[in-house]
């Protein structure tokens, strides 16, 4: 792509941020509103829970898969009308009472946000110089933290007003409208000039895998805490009720500080931000295992665990396009995928501690996989991406550089 302004630029990483944030908000909202969903459509708490599952499944498999069969095609196109295929299927949340119906929904909606991500991320940082590339991954990403710590809850708080289908109707519109911002703001990218058979052999090269191996233990140290922190404030720090949602919201904001600054360390050097973050990660939940008792103290351990979790994931990104070389556009989409495997991962294992043993063995689950990340991201600094004699298209060898 030709290069654009500054402040178009800009624009433009708005407009992809909007999508996020609209698209993040929809997979994040269930829980919020998960009394709501199985009251009305007369299903047990559990049953309601699988559309949060259906959805997180959709993204790590369909995500892949679509951007596999979309790899030739131009991508402001595929960013329009994945965002339709997203407003349809949630259009089917407002529409239909047939559950099943309801879970396929949830599933096509996952997989059209996984390729939207992809899409994304290549559209963003097609705009920008090779230095800024860390700081467009950012602005992309911080769609999703900004949706965790701001549109979730006020999605919420419009479910209980309105109904969990009329905050999922408030979606669809929003969808809609980024779609035209879309079509109106972002320029041409041209597609891929390779098959998919190329870009895969390049974006799963054991290389581009050890990162994303990283971010799987990332994702299960911080959920195998996040999912059971609710307990683990109740019963070691002593805290109930509306003062969880403070600690939470604490937690929230510091994820959507720690996505925005990520960017700017990314591109200084993204391998050594794997190392300090996944140290401060680590140091962050041993501080909040041996002073989980002490209020004051936790707020400083939620905080640091927000920002330096969160700052990790555009230069994770970065670190596994830039691995990638000539398959970087399938690449894009990985992340997401293995990051999901890791939330799962982690909180089964999460669940696992508080079975067998209390809350606090949550928080030290995550520690033990957080010391893992910090090994694996000093393993992976020594990485580099492939010679540039191994590049098919001189093109290629120059957008890697």
């Known amino acids: 792509m030709s290069a654009v302004s500054a402040g178009r630029a800009k624009v433009i990483l708005a407009v992809l941020f909007l999508g996020s944030f609209v698209l993040g908000t929809a997979e994040l909202i269930v829980p919020g509103v998960l009394n709501l969903v199985a009251a009305d459509l007369a299903v047990p708490i559990p049953a309601a829970g699988m559309l949060v599952t259906a959805n997180a499944l959709g993204l790590a498999l369909g995500g892949p898969l679509l951007t596999a069969v979309t790899i030739r095609l131009p991508r402001r196109a595929i960013l329009t009308g994945v965002l339709g295929l997203f407003a349809a299927a949630n259009l089917a949340l407002v529409l239909t009472d047939d559950y099943s119906l309801i879970l396929a929904a949830r599933v096509l909606s996952g997989a059209a946000q996984g390729l939207f991500i992809a899409v994304a991320l290549e559209a963003g940082t097609s705009i920008v110089p090779p230095e800024r590339m860390g700081r467009a991954i950012s602005a992309v990403v911080s769609g999703f933290t900004v949706a965790a710590a701001l549109g979730v809850p006020l999605g919420t708080t419009a479910g209980q007003a309105l109904g969990w289908r009329g905050t999922f109707a408030a979606i669809v519109v929003l969808a809609a409208l980024t779609l035209v911002a879309i079509a109106v703001i972002v320029p041409p990218v041209p597609a891929s000039t390779g098959g998919i058979g ?30 059971y922190l609710a307990p683990f404030l109740e019963q070691v720090t002593g805290v109930s009720g509306t003062s969880i949602s403070v600690f939470l919201l604490v937690y929230g904001v510091a994820t959507a500080f720690g996505s925005f600054g990520g960017g700017r360390f990314a591109d200084r050097d993204a391998s050594r931000t794997l190392i300090v973050g996944s140290c401060g ?28 979790g969160m700052a990790m994931v ?21 992340p997401a995928s293995f990051t999901n495997l890791g939330v799962a991962f982690g909180s089964a294992a999460g669940g696992m501690a508080l079975s067998g043993f209390s809350p606090a063995a949550t928080v030290l689950t995550g520690f033990v996989f957080a010391c893992a990340a910090a090994v694996v991201a000093w393993a992976t600094a020594f990485l580099r991406p492939p010679p540039v004699r191994e590049l098919p298209h001189a093109g290629e060898a120059a957008r890697i550089r």
Request: net charge positive; charged share 5%.
């Open 314 to 334: 555009p230069a994770m990104q970065y670190r596994v396009v830039r691995l990638a070389g000539p398959g970087a556009q399938f690449a894009q989409s990985l």
């Open 198 to 227: 190329s870009q895969a052999r390049y974006a799963l090269a054991p290389r581009v895998l050890a990162v994303l191996g990283f971010g799987v233990l990332l994702c299960a140290a911080i959920f195998a805490t996040l999912t």
């Open 281 to 308: 990660l680590a140091l962050s939940l041993l501080t909040l295992f041996l002073a989980g008792s002490i209020a004051a103290l936790v707020v400083v351990a939620l905080l640091a665990l927000g920002i330096f």
